[in-house]
């Protein structure tokens, strides 16, 4: 390096006057001082090293700074930077292919210019430097970083010719990219950007979403919701199949409006046990540019059903009578009834019948529980009973439907621990309910038509025209609205309050469990003219809608279950574990780790914590998936030994594919900050020639701010330091 350098002060003129009058007058006084000691050799050396403080101070003051012109001996590098991001997998460049050309990947498309040979040309005795960039993820591949590419460039070369960058300009990670184009302008770096991709989106129809639940059970029917999205200008009738183990089993036809969504769904019925990968795959439509969005593949464990399900009732009224006739005719239901009986002098008694309620230990082995016209005290449930049914609810992902009567016994619930769980808020003015001569029905909300739950036909249109035909009831719950939180999925026609329609059928959550409110007693009414057709099919979903977080992972003596049910990518996921000992009992205390296989090989571990008060039993953590495919998930007890493994299936588009378009206008602001030149895919090719004339860099003016500089600091507190010293020493006060 050569150059020239030396000192310069950035004061003003008067400062320096004041510093240096200043200066004269303390070295008048130390040497005052030093005649009045009768020339004392260490009063002497005291006075000078004062002096030199005090000179040194008033230098700092006018801001000393070692300045220095330097030319690099060395020719600039020109930096050709290229982006290696997932988000350049997608394949959407047309640019330069013939007419009808499938597209390629935006990887594809730069490879050629990330080659050394590509910019031969641009050398001519001169350095080219071939780099890549993504992001700081512990994953580079997760995200790109324009900013911090960038910036690792400056801090690397302290002299550049120019900079050449390859990306599709979709920085979704780390600040703006404005930021480093202002620091290139600053040192004169031209940036020349070649923007690869599509800024505006291809004729596409894609398969956007899959809703198939973690397991199924073995001959009953399963229906898999899905979603199309399109791009295109017209609407699109396609078929989707699905395929379980490469053979079709079903299949679905769809209308996808322009420029629009469709929601649809398919069935299958499992025929044997096992754990099998189901594929939906759409129809490649002629138009279709984009090729890797038509399926989906998931994981379903197959098996056999084994629900437990408690029913407790006070009077043995027509809805409880034909409730339990058929959930005891369903094969996967095991149902267990206590019916009080109030005005008897003995409960309820005969096949499948209790004596008493459960103990604890009993009933953590309940998933459903239908609680009927029964409220707290005597006749009732106690205290203690109504605590451990909240518990089961909040800490073991149980189900819990309230199934009001007429006696509005259930109000009573109110006062008591249920009372959080209670999904409605019930109408002060209505206590038992109101009656009508009048026959109504309920009418299913948008919730309620796309739920799962109330789902009694394949196809939307007919699942509406059979809840429309149903028979009606002729009472209904006094209820006013719904609690915050809630879902309604079912109306009343006609009767309404200040807060609207009255709600007949709301979901809801509680803790890891479920609960759902039905404000009607007639739906054995449904079985007129089809007999178990409608109400079969619907309490057996209720049934199994209710229990389905419970049995996602269950071994022995462990249970694990994520929520939501079907997470997509960047949305936070809670894991809930409960442990059970040799009794059957929940373990309240351990250690619980869960160790997450991630899609691209991975893993992560997750320490799940013991609950909070009230949820007895529950050890919960959390995670944020940030890839789309399926996690496998290993939970340990380390006090018990007991294990359980799951598969978790997260869809949606990870953080480099969440915005699919090329930004160029991100890469248009950063030329124009920056200066240098927007160059098109097609145009790159001569890129090379035209960055032969760039010049070299002028000379670069640095500048030591000795003023600032913690060095200097430091010596001055040093300096000050001795001279206390010295006073001390020489006997000066």
């Not at 008048?28 to 004392?40: D, E, I, Q, V």
């Not at 997260?650 to 602001?669: M, P």
Request: negative net charge; contains cysteine; aromatic residues 8%.
């Amino acid at each position: 390096m050569e150059g020239q350098e030396g000192f310069a002060f950035e004061a003003t003129s008067t400062v320096l006057a004041l510093a240096l009058i200043v200066s004269a007058g303390a070295g008048f006084l130390c040497w005052t001082a030093w005649r009045r000691s009768g020339f004392h050799r260490g009063t002497g050396w005291l006075e000078a090293l004062r002096w030199v403080l005090l000179t040194l101070v008033m230098a700092t003051l006018c801001q000393p700074e070692w300045v220095g012109i330097r030319s690099s001996a060395r020719v600039a590098p020109l930096v050709v930077l290229w982006d290696r991001s997932v988000s350049m997998e997608i394949s959407d460049v047309l640019e330069g292919l013939p007419s009808g050309s499938t597209p390629v990947s935006r990887a594809e498309a730069i490879e050629p210019l990330a080659a050394e040979t590509a910019w031969a040309a641009a050398e001519n005795d001169r350095a080219v430097v071939i780099e890549s960039f993504s992001s700081r993820l512990d994953v580079p591949e997760e995200g790109t970083d324009l900013d911090d590419a960038l910036d690792r460039v400056l801090e690397k070369y302290a002299h550049l010719r120019g900079l050449v960058l390859l990306t599709d300009g979709a920085w979704n990670v780390g600040d703006s990219p404005a930021q480093a184009a202002t620091r290139l302008k600053t040192r004169a770096v031209p940036v020349f950007a070649v923007g690869v991709g599509s800024p505006t989106p291809l004729p596409d129809l894609a398969l956007e979403r899959l809703v198939a639940p973690t397991f199924a059970v073995v001959g009953k029917p399963l229906r898999i919701p899905f979603e199309v999205r399109s791009s295109l200008g017209q609407d699109r009738e396609l078929t989707a199949v699905l395929s379980v183990a490469g053979q079709g089993v079903a299949n679905q036809s769809v209308l996808v409006p322009a420029m629009g969504t469709a929601q649809s769904g398919v069935s299958w019925t499992p025929a044997e046990v096992g754990d099998f990968s189901l594929t939906l795959e759409i129809d490649r439509d002629p138009a279709d540019r984009v090729a890797d969005n038509n399926a989906i593949t998931v994981p379903v464990a197959v098996r056999k059903e084994e629900l437990k399900v408690l029913v407790i009732e006070s009077y043995p009224r027509w809805e409880y009578r034909y409730l339990r006739n058929a959930l005891e005719r369903d094969p996967g239901v095991q149902v267990t009834c206590l019916l009080f009986q109030p005005d008897l002098p003995a409960m309820g008694g005969g096949r499948s019948y209790i004596d008493k309620f459960p103990d604890s230990a009993a009933l953590n082995g309940f998933d459903v529980v239908f609680l009927g016209d029964v409220g707290l005290g005597e006749d009732g449930l106690s205290q203690e009973q109504a605590l451990n049914l909240k518990r089961l609810i909040s800490s073991q992902a149980s189900g819990m439907v309230f199934l009001p009567g007429r006696l509005g016994r259930q109000r009573s619930l109110a006062a008591g621990p249920l009372a959080e769980l209670y999904p409605v808020v019930d109408d002060p003015a209505s206590p038992r309910g109101r009656g009508s001569r009048q026959q109504a029905q309920i009418r299913l909300t948008s919730l309620g038509e796309s739920s799962l739950l109330t789902r009694l036909a394949e196809t939307d249109r007919e699942n509406a025209e059979i809840w429309r035909k149903l028979p009606g009831f002729y009472w209904h719950a006094g209820v006013q609205r719904a609690k915050r939180g809630g879902e309604v999925l079912g109306v009343h026609e006609n009767a309404t309050t200040s807060f609207g329609r009255v709600p007949l059928i709301v979901t809801g959550t509680y803790g890891a469990g479920k609960t759902l409110f039905m404000g009607v007693d007639s739906a054995w009414r449904w079985r007129e003219g089809v007999e178990d057709r409608y109400h079969y099919r619907f309490w057996g979903q209720v049934a199994r809608w209710m229990a389905y977080q419970r049995q996602k992972a269950q071994g022995r003596s462990m249970r694990l279950f994520a929520s939501p049910d079907h997470p997509r990518v960047n949305e936070r996921i809670t894991l809930h574990a409960n442990v059970l000992d040799a009794l059957g009992d929940l373990v309240e205390a351990g250690k619980v780790t869960v160790d997450i296989a991630v899609p691209s090989g991975r893993t992560e571990t997750v320490r799940l914590r013991p609950g909070r008060s009230g949820e007895r039993g529950l050890f919960a953590g959390s995670f944020v998936p940030q890839e789309s495919g399926n996690y496998v998930l290993t939970a340990e007890s380390e006090g018990t030994g007991a294990s359980v493994e799951t598969t978790l299936s997260v869809q949606g588009y990870d953080r480099e594919r969440q915005e699919r378009l090329a930004r160029f206008d991100v890469l248009e602001e950063l030329v124009e900050i920056a200066g240098g030149e927007m160059v098109p895919l097609a145009a790159a090719g001569e890129l090379p020639e035209r960055l032969v004339a760039l010049p070299e860099p002028e000379s670069a003016l640095h500048r030591l701010r000795i003023w600032a500089h913690p060095g200097w600091c430091a010596f001055l507190i040093f300096l000050m330091g001795v001279f206390w010293a010295g006073r001390k020493l020489n006997g000066t006060v």
